[in-house]
């Protein structure tokens, strides 16, 4: 009995009408009447709830105002995020080739052979200085423009290294000989063997610094020369060294004598290696022997 009561009172308030009233205190006029029931009032709060909570969800989501919840970064702040994001990948990377550059470089000079998977390079890495466009222009107005140009750039090969890169440099051949050794990066042959006259001149390939020149165990008297574009030459077996550390040169300038020294040469030659940002190139896209 006493469920049934409970019953028939929750259908009663679902079902008797009700009546709000706004009437004036003091002469009692109604001004305002409202009628209504439980179940439209139900109805009336779910669906002022639904509306609020999709209005808000709208401000949030297209609106400036979300900037304005705590916690949430402003469109200034993200944009910085993104670019430092960016900022800190690109510095990554920069350091892993910096890196890599440094180990191979120091592999070098301890006489040590660098990794091949890490020295290798493809063929169409860097552009032969053979296969390098040249356009023709018969404008004599073009030329003087450009002789003028020269005549007035102080900088050593700049035209040529900034339309070309390394392609387009000069190289001078360090000595005029045979080659009897071929570069060979999968069998720890990082350059190539050049045999000449007895007691020749071994020449600078490129204007540089002298960055090494002394003597090593395994390839006897060595030079090694920093020239533009991260690109450095390395001359071993030599007889003698007519430069040292720090001096400048310039292409085609006496460096050293043709020799026959170190542990691994077989006979008076020139070993001749190039490395490129750390990578092994071969000296013969580049120079004529």
Partial sequence: ?????????????????????????????????????????????VFAVIFIIIGVTVLIAFTPLREYIPGYPTGKMRQMLIRNVL?????????????????????MLAGETPPASDTAVRRKAIQNPDQVPIKKYDHDSLFKDEMAQEQTNLGINSGSVARGGVAGLLFFPPIN??????????NGHFGVDIVGKLNS??????????IFAGWTIDTGYVIYIQHEQNLVTVYRHNAELLKIQGDKVRAG?????????????????????????????????????
């Fill in 253 to 289: 300038e006496a460096i050293a004598i043709m020799g026959n020294t170190g542990k691994e040469t077989t006979g008076p030659h020139l070993h001749f290696e190039m490395w490129l940002n750390g990578v092994s190139v071969n000296p013969e896209e580049y120079i004529k022997f």
């Fill in 177 to 186: 000989g045979m080659i009897t050794g071929k570069h060979d990066v999968s």
């Fill in 201 to 210: 001149r071994i020449s600078a390939a490129l204007d540089g610094t002298i």
């Fill in 87 to 107: 900022i800190t990948d690109s510095l990554d990377l920069e350091i892993q080739r910096r890196d890599k550059y440094f180990n191979d470089f120091r592999a």
């Fill in 1 to 45: 009995m006493p469920k049934e009561r409970k019953r028939d009172k929750i259908k009663k308030l679902f079902q008797n009408p009700y009546r709000i009233v706004v009437f004036n205190d003091l002469n009692l006029h109604i001004i305002k009447q409202i009628r209504f029931n439980a179940r439209t009032l139900v109805m009336a709060l």
